[in-house]
Structures are given as C-alpha cells and as structure tokens.
C-alpha cells in the first residue's frame, strides 16, 4: 500500500484528509533514489510533494523534518542518530544539505522526511530510503591494482587486446549481515560473483582522464554470497585507457583494477578480499579481442565454464601481475551508469547478395546486437555496422573512417547460442550479417538492437500537430540519447567519440527537456576542471583523450555555460561554487589574449555552417562565414557578463565589478571594429554576426531593429526562410527570432523540408540530427549522422517557447515556473511536460475556431506567471468561471497582447477568445 493508499483508507476511517504526502519513489540523494558508494560528504536530498486529491491547489510545504539513522531499525523506531534535522520552518524540497554527524567510509545510512503543509497539516512519514558512502580515503582500500602489463614493444598493434579475466575464491564462515563492494576495473569491466553479474551496468566505469581521476562503483552483494566458498570474478576490456587508437589518443596503460569486498557479519566482526597478487589471471578466455571503434570477437569455444564459481581449476592461469595504479586519485562515480536501456527489433532483413544480409533496426541507434544463432561448432558470424545503406544497398561505411565497427562471433555449436558484446558499441541503424549458418535464412527474430547510454532518467514529453516537428523532435531525442558515452560525445560511430566542448554550449539545455541531466553534468563540468592546465587553458575536447589547447573562446565557453544550465534547470549552485575558481582562471588566462578590446583566438568559426557546393564540408564563401574575431569577441563579452552574474551569486562584488568594467571595453572594441553605423549591422551581416550581438544584448538599443531586420532579410531573401548558420549561431537562433517577435519565422526554418535544415534531414529518411546540414551530400571525411550540434536551441525553443514551460532565473530549478507559449505557423496544438525537481510541470495549448485554451499543471511546493493571449482579463475564463473568481489565480497585469495570472500548485485551464 503506497502512502496515498495509505491516507485514503484513513480519511474512509474517519480521520481528516491530509493534504500533502511524499512521492514514495521519489527520495532523492545527490540527484539519485538509493546512491551506493558515493563520496560526497554533505549529500543534498530532494523528495516529491504529491496531493493526494488531484483538485488541490496551493498545495505548498510549510516545513520538514529529516531524520537520517544509521541502520533501518532505528529509523523506524524514529531516531535521527546521524541527523535530526528537527522541523525547519522552510518551503524548500530540493537542494536539502546534511548537516549531521561526519558521515564516514563505508557508512550505511537511512533517511526519510515529513512535511507540514500551508495549514500546517503534517503528512505521514515518507517510506524509508537509504544511501551508503564510498571509501574516503586512499589508505581505505587496502588493495592493489592488478593487470597484467605486457612487455614493451609487444602490444597489440591494432589496438585490439584479448580481455583479462581475473578471479579469486574465498570463504564465508558466518552469518552475513552486510557485504559490500567497491571496485574499479579499466577501462571496462564487468563483475561476476558465483556465476551471476554483480549488477546491470556496462561499459562501466564511467570515462575519465585518468591521469586525473578513475571511477569505482559499489555494490551491496550481501544477497549473493553463499556460505562456504564463493569465487569472485572481474573481465576487463581495453575501453579508453588502453586507447583505441595511438596517433593523437593519449594511451594510459594496460587494463587494471582494484576491488575490496567488505563482509560484515552478524556477530559483528568483518573480513575483506582484496585484490592482489593471490588472483589469478587468464587472457585465453572467450573475448578474444575487443575495442570501442572497432569491435569485439568472442570466440564460444573458448568459454571458461565456471570461471566465476568457487571450484574452478585454474591452475593454468597466471598469477595476476601487482601493477603501477593509475595516476589520479580514485573518486566515486556519482552519475547513473550506462545500462541496455531498450531493445529494438530490426523491421526488415534482405538478401543483398548469396550470404550477406541486411538487417534494418529502423532507427539510427547506438548500442550493439544480440545475436541468436544454431550452428556447427567454429562457424563464423560477423555483424557489421553502419547507419545508412550506399545506393546498391550495401553498407555504407566511409564516413566511419577507420573504425571497423564489426563483431565476430564463433559458435561453440551447442543449441541455440546467444551473444552480445560487452566491450564495445556502435552508431548504426543496418547492420550486415555474414557466416549466417545453414540453409535457412535468418529471419528478424536473429538479432535485436540492445540501445545503450547513461541511464538517466527520460523527461523528454513534446507533441503538436505538426508530424514534421514531432519528427525532428523524435530525431533530436534519439540523438542526444545515442550521445551518452558516460561523457557527452560528438558522435558514436566513427573513430573519434570525443567529449567535444562547443557541441554542447546550449545543446546542454536542450538536453535537459529530454534526460534528468542534473548528475551526468555535474561530472562532465568536474571533467572540464580536471583538464585545466595550471595556466588556466581549458580544452576544446574533455576529458582529453585527444589533447587539444587552442586558447579559443567558443569550444572551452562550455565550460562557463554548463553551471549556469544546471542553476537555472535544477537550482544547483555547488557546480558553480566548485567551477568558479577555475572559470576566473580561464577568463584571466584568455585576458591576455586581448588586443585593443578585441579577442583574435578563434579557432573552428562558425563551424559546418551550409555549404555553397553540396560536397563541402566547410564553406569557402566569404559571405556565409562570419569574422572569426567576431565571434571570439562577442562571446568574450558575453561570458564577462555570465561570470559576473556568477560572481554576484556567489557574493564576490569585486570579482563582478572588474568583470562589468572589461566587458565594456571589450563591448566598445567590438563597436568600433564591426558595427556599420549606417545600417546599425555588424561586419558582413551573416545570420550569426546578427544573432550572437542582438542574444547577447551587444547591440545597443537603437540599432536592434535595423539589425533584427537584417537578419530577417537575410533569412528570407538569402537563405529562402532556411537555416544560414553552422554550430555557434544554430545555439542561438531559434530564441533571438522568438524573442523578437518573429516566431513564426523560427517555426518556418524549423520545419523547413527542403534543404538545409532539420526538416529536411527528416524529408530524407533520417531518425537522428545529421552534423552537416548536407550530411546527404557531403564528403564522408567528417559527416556522421548522429552530432548533437546543430541541434543548438532548438528543443529550448520547443519547451520553452513553443509550449512555453520555463524555468524562472530568479528562483531557478523551476521553483517559480514561466509559462509563456509562443503559437507559431499553422500550428493548432502544442502539449509538452517536463519532470522537474518538484514533479511534472505540463503545458498544452489548442486553437480551435475563434477559441484559445490554455491547459496548465503546476506541482506543489511551486509557482508560475502565466501568459494567456488576451488583451483584457475580462475575456479569459478559468475551468469555466470568470478568472476573477477562480481560486489560486490572481490577476497581474496586462502586457502587449498577453494579460499574466499568478497561480499556485494544482490543475488550470484558461479559455480565451
Ligand atoms: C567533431 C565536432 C567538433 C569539431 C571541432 C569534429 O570532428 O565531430 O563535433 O566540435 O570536430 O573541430
């Protein structure tokens, strides 16, 4: 029985109906429901008001109480022995710090809360939830790391090494109360326990500059354990640390780990295993060899039968070698891990020519395939991938340069046999079966496409009655999905797969309307940290497999961006405290890059903007590229202004002060050396020498509408209503045309079908965002079909603008919600929601005839401005009474042809003529 089952039966009792209750499933620790293993000592929680009548509105937390104990018991007899937070009058319900007792390594801890509501009614206790710690300190692990190091000079020259297999046996002579484990495996690893997986991550841990900082995971295996003998049992595979590649990939080493296992028993005493030279080691086992660009081959003939149970023989492994631990410090990995988050079922699959096969997934996804085959002992299977088919419906593999993307498995011959890769992914939609044994062919059930990336969770919730937006919209979500390599990547499918800073400017917000994105940031922005030299350089590309210091402005500005995204998105300001000193770094660093106000470093331009010849991937025409100098300035001074926003956020006014002061330096520069004072446009007026001054509020005031219609003359007469930009004005342009009053031009570029745009993309088959706006056409060097770049703002626009839910910037993580549609086009309805910190936030909108309604829900413990299209509030209605009678909507002002309303938590629906 949940808790509002709970409440119903008591109030059928008699006893009042209380207003609020805690979501049971939703007792957040650092971003997460029940985090094992984490590292952070003063750990934020968050929990969900609910109502528990569907009617309420106003429904806000007056107070709470925490009680954190150290085992269940106490909880449920009600002590706080770790922390009582007593009540604390506050309407706060994310973003809670603990403030008990030191929590130390290994510690176990139980939580749950109570909430008052605004009549100080006071809800049941939340359902008990739990978290434990990591191991703190270096000297807790008491392990050694262990591999096996080959000697110089004989590595795999292909990059491809056999997979470790280690294991170790021990025995469990009491009652088991609690046993945990921590461990770390690089590059990829995969934990085994008497036969079975310990868990359900993969390609874990998560990618990390290990010269910096390596991640382990932890694990509650108290289930099990067995009494007597256990055998325990880790695969590692190359994945980034034994690099794919050597020319420009930093290569870290030969694959290693560490583990401890720590058993507690019921008498209270404990024993450990760790890992050290007792293991044993084998190469010879099935995953003959692996990586991530190329593949893996698993040979079934080679399988160890009971490698992972007590009772093995393996008297003919090696010893396990005692090996140099990574350089960087060990950290917790605090984001969700990558996991098969769904499995597809190819739609088709032909004959290309006698035994080679297409199988279609019908979807460009990221992942692998598992294959069911019955066939001869030593047969042969190779799948090989690829996301479009050539013209004679080949592969088409040329744009994955040189990674091979093939699997090859070898059948043992016993039965139906199934098998998925562990140590290696790929971008594809088709996939090439070849070796297929016996006469009949294979049929659709002979592989699916098992989708894999960092598990977070979805929130992406957008329909209209365009079928073309709803497309792109599928297309932006499958690409940001397929982007998630535990670090966000450029692409999947070629050999590259880099952590590419300018890819994820205002991509990143996007994102955030389609994944909980809180945790997975907070790691990439510690990985951006981490790659920052001692002179304050930060990289285009982290963390830095590929070592690229260019001293640019736009690529690294991600860095700045990131905090600001998760502030306003979900209220966090620990990134940014963390981040701030670093960011002054940065911009101190790049500072003396100025010349007379002016920022030269530039590096990519406006990258991949649509090209004059189909073929091009950049553009040689000197009117559709932008200054470069352009756009290194206006983004210096935009990132001034953001630091000194920052700065004032985080009470360092001297620090905001200077960073005001050279913004105007930098802003005169930037007049003096762009503006055309007679048309008030900047240098050749490309839409992004247009769009980054008037986003960016570099234009002054006077100038804005000659140069609002610039750019709208050169989106209409020079690119035809069609997207004119490449990466840095594709982050921008959907919002500068919204917020300046020319949605319906936004509406038209996004929806284009014909060449070049998003729409187009979808006019040619593809079910991801292309990286070239001519990815049809273009040379195969650099064209993937999965790049999150050009999406830019576009799903901002589709959640903010077009349904119009909005986080409000003075009272962040959607704690104080804007909601303000913008009806574009021939667009007759928008619906969208977005979960939230506080719960889901959802916005629908519909003309019919002469008629305009507004359907909003508000989650308790929040607010939200409201913008209903009318000029007088006598003409809007609420769920069918006049607004003035309507309970939790105040009236607030007129505005253009919008009148705004006040309303608090509940359901409303606003009907205007
Ligand atoms: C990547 C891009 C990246 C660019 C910058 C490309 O190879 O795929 O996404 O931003 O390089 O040079």
Redesign the pocket.
């Known amino acids: 029985m949940d808790v509002r089952t709970t409440l119903c039966v008591l109030f059928l009792a008699g006893f009042p109906l209380m207003a609020a209750s805690i979501h049971p499933r939703q007792l957040r620790v650092e971003y997460r429901e029940s985090p094992l293993g984490i590292d952070v000592t003063a750990p934020r929680f968050g929990w969900l008001v609910t109502s528990a009548d569907a009617k309420t509105r106003g429904l806000r937390q007056s107070a709470y109480r925490i009680l954190v104990a150290s085992s269940a018991g106490s909880l449920r007899a009600g002590s706080g022995d770790l922390w009582d937070s007593g009540k604390v009058a506050s309407s706060d319900s994310a973003q809670i710090v603990y403030a008990g007792k030191p929590l130390t390594s290994r510690a176990a801890a139980f939580w749950k809360v109570q909430v008052w509501d605004q009549r100080g009614k006071v809800s049941e206790w939340s359902a008990p939830a739990e978290w434990s710690m990591g191991l703190l300190r270096p000297d807790d692990w008491q392990a050694a790391w262990i591999g096996r190091d080959e000697p110089a000079g004989s590595e795999a020259p292909d990059r491809r090494l056999p997979a470790r297999y280690l294991r170790t046996e021990f025995t469990v002579g009491k009652t088991v109360r609690r046993a945990m484990v921590y461990y770390c495996g690089l590059g990829t690893s995969e934990l085994f326990l008497n036969g079975a997986k310990v868990g359900d991550h993969v390609l874990s841990p998560g990618l990390t500059d290990y010269d910096k900082r390596a991640l382990y995971v932890t694990f509650d295996v108290t289930r099990q354990l067995a009494a007597g003998k256990n055998a325990i049992g880790l695969i590692l595979g190359n994945g980034r640390y034994y690099a794919p590649r050597t020319e420009r990939t930093r290569n870290f080493g030969f694959p290693k780990a560490i583990l401890r296992l720590e058993i507690e028993y019921k008498n209270g005493t404990s024993s450990m295993v760790v890992t050290g030279s007792t293991w044993k080691l084998s190469t010879r086992g099935p995953i003959v060899s692996n990586n991530e660009y190329d593949g893996e081959e698993y040979d079934a003939r080679r399988e160890l039968a009971g490698w992972d149970r007590p009772g093995f023989d393996d008297s003919a492994w090696e010893a396990a070698q005692v090996v140099a631990p990574p350089a960087g410090v060990l950290a917790a990995q605090m984001a969700e891990p990558l996991r098969v988050v769904e499995t597809l079922h190819p739609v088709s699959v032909k004959l290309l020519k006698p035994g080679v096969w297409i199988f279609d997934m019908g979807q460009n996804m990221v992942g692998w395939c598992r294959l069911r085959v019955t066939g001869p002992k030593g047969t042969q299977v190779q799948l090989r991938h690829a996301e479009t088919l050539a013209p004679d419906g080949s592969l088409y593999v040329d744009n994955l340069r040189t990674a091979r993307a093939t699997d090859i498995y070898t059948l043992k011959g016993q039965g139906v046999e199934e098998y998925e890769p562990r140590f290696t992914y790929h971008g594809f939609r088709y996939v090439e079966l070849t070796g297929w044994p016996g006469d009949a062919a294979p049929t659709t059930a002979a592989l699916q496409g098992r989708v894999v990336h960092d598990d977070m969770q979805p929130v992406a919730d957008f329909s209209s009655s365009s079928d073309m937006l709803n497309q792109i919209h599928h297309n932006v979500f499958w690409g940001i999905r397929g982007n998630y390599r535990s670090i966000p990547t450029?692409?999947p499918q070629r050999d590259?797969r880099q952590g590419?800073l300018?890819?994820r400017s205002q991509v990143s917000r996007s994102e955030s309307y389609m994944f909980d994105i809180a945790a997975f940031y907070t790691k990439w922005e510690r990985d951006l940290a981490d790659s920052q030299r001692a002179d304050g350089s930060i990289p285009?590309v982290a963390p830095t497999y590929w070592s690229l210091y260019h001293d640019d402005i736009t690529w690294p500005s991600t860095f700045l961006f990131v905090p600001g995204m998760l502030y306003d998105q979900y209220g966090d300001r620990r990134v940014l405290e963390r981040a701030y000193p670093a960011i002054k770094r940065w911009i101190e660093h790049e500072r003396g890059y100025l010349q007379d106000g002016l920022m030269p470093k530039d590096q990519?331009a406006d990258?991949c903007v649509p090209p004059e010849d189909p073929t091009l991937i950049h553009s040689k025409d000197p009117a559709r590229v932008t200054n470069p100098t352009l756009l290194a300035t206006a983004y210096y001074y935009h990132l001034l202004r953001l630091a000194a926003r920052y700065a004032r956020m985080l009470d360092q006014p001297t620090d905001a002060v200077a960073y005001e002061a050279l913004s105007e330096q930098v802003n005169a520069a930037f007049q003096k050396r762009f503006l055309k004072p007679a048309t008030g446009v900047y240098d050749n007026a490309t839409q992004t020498s247009s769009i980054l001054p008037l986003f960016f509020n570099l234009a002054p005031a006077e100038n804005r509408a000659a140069l609002l219609a610039s750019l709208v003359d050169n989106i209409v007469n020079v690119t035809n209503g069609h997207v004119g930009t490449g990466?840095v004005g594709a982050q921008f342009l959907m919002r500068t045309l919204t917020d300046n009053g020319r949605s319906d031009l936004a509406y038209e570029i996004a929806t284009q079908p014909t060449y070049p745009g998003w729409g187009y993309m979808v006019s040619k088959g593809a079910t991801t965002v292309w990286?070239l706006w001519n990815g049809d056409t273009a040379d195969p060097a650099?064209n993937?079909g999965n790049?999150v770049?050009q999406i830019g703002d576009l799903a901002v626009w589709m959640y903010e603008y077009l349904a119009g839910i909005r986080p409000d910037p003075a009272n962040p993580g959607f704690r104080h919600i804007l909601i303000h549609p913008y009806p574009a086009g021939d667009l007759t309805f928008v619906k969208a929601s977005h979960q939230s910190l506080y719960g889901k936030i959802a916005a629908s909108w519909k003309k019919d005839g002469g008629a305009f309604t507004l359907s909003v829900s508000i989650p308790p413990n929040t607010s939200a401005t409201v913008w209903v299209p009318a000029t007088d509030a006598a003409i809007v209605t609420e769920s069918g009474r006049s607004v003035a009678r309507a309970h939790g909507v105040k009236f607030l002002r007129t505005e253009g042809d919008s009148t705004l309303f006040e309303i608090e938590s509940g359901n409303y629906m606003f009907l205007t003529k």
């Open positions: 450029d692409c590259e590419w300018g890819d285009d990519y990258w990466l990286e650099m993937s790049h770049m």
